[in-house]
């Protein structure tokens, strides 16, 4: 009797196993072609194709005119399926045999490495790879740079994301090689700043990037030397020019370096401090203050404080350059305590108009403990891959913040975390040079009187009108006679009713 037994390799490879495989492996691509069929059966492929054309009309529609947020909710998912059959599967193949990350079984099988899925960001492509038996993620990163030029990509990663399974990561574009980051206007009118959105730079989109001193609160910004964020902080006091002016900004400034980034900027500031006992000094002084405000606030039954209300209650920002000088590389007793200081800081003054930011070049747990108390994170280049997840949160760089590759030649550039998005944006702050920094000391410590536009002989009864109307307002701005040195009046044979109302 012929012998009717099924090998266990014949039996892998039946076309049922392997359809149910295909459907297991795939199921978005499954589940729309699916979709598609039981809609044309049911409404008619005529219908069907009229509202698939009305829904990519309104799609390249939505595209054009707002293209962040089609990229968030719609373009990052249509880029990685896209790309994942017509890029990387399509070429997959080809490139692993190119590089050698092939294997021959015993049998004579030809195995290669399965390409599990690709995720898709605005720079970067991140393409899950589980591995064959006896390789590692050496093999890959052996041939990286082979792998990103088959890929056409910039450049290219690779991340170890669990036991035989690996990300290759490709970076397609680079914003910043192109888009002109120019540095904001200074605002010069008090109702020109808005502190919900004070501009800075440009996001990765080409749109206008503004930091939040009202939702956004604390920030700290994470960064090697050299990585730009000076850049953030000076932009950030430009854009709050007219109110540090004014008073309504108090600006306390601790400088461990010896005041090496922020000396010269001394006259803007309420206090400033430049080494570790003055900084703990500094701040115990800005928690009494905030405190005593507290206090006050309660007594008068305010519960909130309002940006802007007066400069009785002025938005009090603490500024820290290198916040791991105050809490791990100085003596244990004031690290202690400023730690304690901060902490309070970070959670109690929300509501009567305290403001932190910080910056660090170490943004582990250790050497910044209250981390956590920071709701808006900024990581601009990282010296190594740890750092992402420990500046952005849990899972950061899996969702396309490589922070660590920022190259040297970039600095400002940087990711962001923002409240209520999973996704990190990548914004680069516009670089502040020495001439903008005077330009900015120069307004905001100027005491210049106003200069008035007097009216000449050539006014006509209307412009009459107009002076009166203004008379007292002139009256008040000038106040010393010697302020006018010479005024020069036309007799014409009737008096003129400008002249007397200045």
Not at 175 to 199: C, G, K, N, Q
Not at 332 to 346: M, T
Not at 440 to 452: D, I, K, P, Q, Y
């Amino acid at each position: 009797m012929r012998d009717t037994r099924v090998t266990a390799g014949e039996t892998e490879r039946t076309p049922a196993r392997l359809l149910l495989r295909f459907l297991a492996r795939h199921p978005r691509s499954v589940g729309t072609l699916a979709a598609v069929t039981i809609t044309g059966a049911y409404v008619g492929f005529h219908v069907m194709l009229i509202g698939a054309g009305a829904t990519m009309a309104a799609g390249a529609s939505w595209a054009v005119l707002d293209r962040p947020t089609f990229d968030r909710f719609a373009g990052r998912w249509l880029r990685a399926w896209w790309r994942r059959w017509l890029t990387y599967h399509r070429k997959w193949q080809r490139v692993v045999f190119s590089c050698g990350l092939v294997q021959s079984s015993p049998k004579g099988d030809t195995r290669l490495p399965r390409l599990v899925s690709v995720r898709s960001a605005w720079c970067w492509d991140s393409v899950r790879v589980r591995l064959l038996d006896g390789q590692t993620p050496a093999d890959y990163e052996a041939v990286l740079d082979r792998l990103a030029s088959s890929y056409n990509a910039r450049r290219a990663t690779l991340r170890t994301l669990k036991p035989q399974v690996i990300s290759l990561d490709f970076q397609r574009r680079e914003p910043f090689d192109v888009l002109l980051t120019p540095l904001p206007e200074m605002p010069r009118e008090e109702h020109a700043v808005d502190l919900s959105r004070l501009p800075i730079g440009q996001d990765e989109y080409g749109r206008e990037f503004a930091l939040n001193l009202v939702d956004g609160l604390h920030h700290l910004f994470a960064g090697a030397t050299g990585a730009g964020k000076g850049s953030w902080m000076w932009g950030l006091l430009r854009a709050l020019a007219p109110w540090i002016r004014s008073g309504r900004v108090r600006l306390w400034v601790l400088d461990p370096k010896g005041g090496m980034e922020f000396g010269q900027g001394a006259e803007l500031f309420h206090r400033l401090a430049t080494d570790d006992q003055s900084g703990l000094d500094l701040a115990r002084e800005y928690v009494d203050t905030l405190d005593a405000r507290k206090t006050e606030m309660g007594r008068q039954g305010r519960r909130t404080w309002t940006p802007g209300d007066s400069a009785d209650y002025p938005l009090d920002l603490l500024i820290i350059d290198e916040l791991a000088s105050m809490t791990e590389y100085t003596d244990r007793d004031i690290s202690r305590e400023f730690e304690r200081l901060l902490s309070k800081a970070l959670a109690q003054f929300r509501a009567v108009g305290g403001r932190v930011v910080a910056a660090t070049q170490e943004p582990t747990k250790d050497v910044i403990p209250m981390r956590g108390l920071f709701p808006t994170k900024v990581a601009l280049r990282l010296e190594e891959a740890s750092y992402v997840d420990m500046a952005l949160g849990e899972g950061a760089r899996d969702r396309g913040a490589f922070a660590d590759q920022i190259p040297d030649y970039m600095p400002g550039v940087a990711y962001l975390t923002r409240e209520g998005h999973r996704e990190p944006l990548r914004v680069r702050a516009a670089y502040t040079s020495d001439e903008d920094i005077t330009e900015l000391l120069r307004f905001a410590t100027s005491t210049e009187a106003t200069v008035l536009n007097f009216p000449t002989d050539t006014d006509t009864g209307s412009n009459t009108d107009s002076a009166e109307a203004t008379g007292t307002e002139q009256t008040a701005t000038v106040t010393d006679s010697s302020d006018i040195e010479h005024i020069e009046v036309i007799d014409d044979g009737e008096d003129d009713d400008d002249f007397d109302a200045a």
